[in-house]
């Protein structure tokens, strides 16, 4: 049964023998939730970049560019945060390759003439543009996405996003930093963050098996990076 916002409270406190304390707040121990939350997604996406995977439809503006948050999707709890883009295409028969704007600063300029160059595009600023640069363009982005953190949901009864069996793991993370903020629990933090470690590798091979080509380490696949 999935754990809701106020179950992993109760569950860290009970990691840290605090039940009953008012030494840690609940806003504070929320707040090291939602971090310990926000990391293990990325690290759960990294490892299979297609487990929360979603492809968004996004028009470009006058300039040839669409913004960042137009990746992002739902709302409140239902909240579908953008983690990376995976993939760019027209959805037809185009693929966009990604660069980055030292590779191609002429682009926009009216100096270089890029219609010649395969399909690119770039991360500037909170935008995205593709070249050639072209206005009203339909795409279709494929990307990763984390779920609303523990920390953003709205009530304590809200359900928190993350894999059945693993959800100790959030709690072992959250109790460890908060005993490690006392300095008289260092050892006791110690060994719950020593949990958590076991917890995330086990959360990992779950993670990783999903996929024939699991990604604990990775490079760009770009010849000019690894001097082929």
């Known amino acids: 049964m999935a754990w809701t916002k106020a179950t992993y409270l109760?569950?860290?406190r009970d990691w840290m023998d605090a039940t009953a304390s008012d030494r840690w707040t609940d806003a504070f121990l929320y707040s090291l939730l939602g971090m310990a939350f926000r990391d293990e997604w990325q690290g759960m996406l990294g490892t299979n970049p297609y487990y929360r995977f979603a492809k968004r439809a996004v028009t470009t503006d006058s300039n040839g560019a669409f913004l960042?948050?137009?990746?992002?999707?739902?709302?409140?709890d239902a909240q579908q945060n953008l983690f990376k883009i995976v993939t760019l295409t027209d959805g037809a028969n185009t693929v966009y390759r990604e660069t980055?704007?030292?590779?191609?600063?002429?682009?926009?300029s009216g100096t270089e003439d890029y219609l010649s160059y395969d399909r690119q595009y770039y991360l500037i600023g909170e935008s995205v543009q593709i070249l050639p640069q072209t206005s009203g363009q339909s795409l279709q982005v494929g990307v990763n996405?984390?779920?609303?953190?523990?920390?953003?949901?709205s009530n304590d009864l809200a359900v928190v996003d993350f894999p059945a069996g693993h959800e100790h793991l959030l709690t072992?993370?959250?109790a460890g930093m908060a005993l490690a903020k006392g300095g008289a629990e260092t050892q006791s933090a110690?060994?719950?963050?020593?949990?958590?470690?076991?917890?995330r590798e086990a959360l990992y091979g779950d993670i990783s098996r999903?996929?024939?080509?699991?990604?604990?380490?990775?490079?760009p696949d770009h010849s000019s990076v690894w001097g082929g």
């Open 10 to 12: 109760a569950r860290t």
């Open 68 to 76: 960042l948050t137009d990746l992002n999707a739902g709302g409140g």
């Open 100 to 108: 980055d704007w030292r590779q191609v600063p002429l682009a926009l």
């Open 145 to 153: 996405w984390t779920p609303t953190p523990i920390d953003e949901l």
């Open 172 to 174: 072992l993370v959250a």
């Open 190 to 199: 110690a060994d719950i963050l020593q949990l958590a470690k076991q917890r």
């Open 210 to 219: 999903l996929t024939s080509n699991p990604t604990f380490m990775q490079f």
